[in-house]
């Protein structure tokens, strides 16, 4: 995990069969973008990840939830998590495909 990812890198809910405690390697949060802008900036970020690495990714709105998750998919991602949380956002992880 790097240490510019702020204080959300290593919260709850990601991966190697660990519970909602295990670590995740960055978080973006695009609660703030529209579509198409919600996945490009979802896309750089993987692409500046190591193979195999969690993003956590914060977002809100109908399209964002609808259209990250499938367009990762569609492009190899695995998404481990997907969870609604109290504010009205939802946390998505993404584990990077070899690529």
Do not use: F
Request: hydrophobic share 35%.
């Amino acid at each position: 995990m790097r240490a510019d990812e702020g204080d959300k890198a290593g919260r709850d809910g990601a991966e190697h069969g660990a519970g909602p405690e295990a670590s995740v390697d960055a978080t973006l949060d695009i609660t703030r973008e529209v579509c198409p802008m919600t996945y490009v900036r979802t896309k750089l970020k993987l692409e500046s990840l190591e193979a195999g690495a969690l993003l956590e990714i914060i977002l809100k709105g109908t399209e964002p939830l609808k259209n990250v998750p499938r367009n990762a998919s569609e492009e190899g991602h695995v998404v481990v998590s997907l969870d609604a949380r109290p504010d009205g956002t939802h946390r998505l992880v993404l584990r990077k495909q070899g690529r």
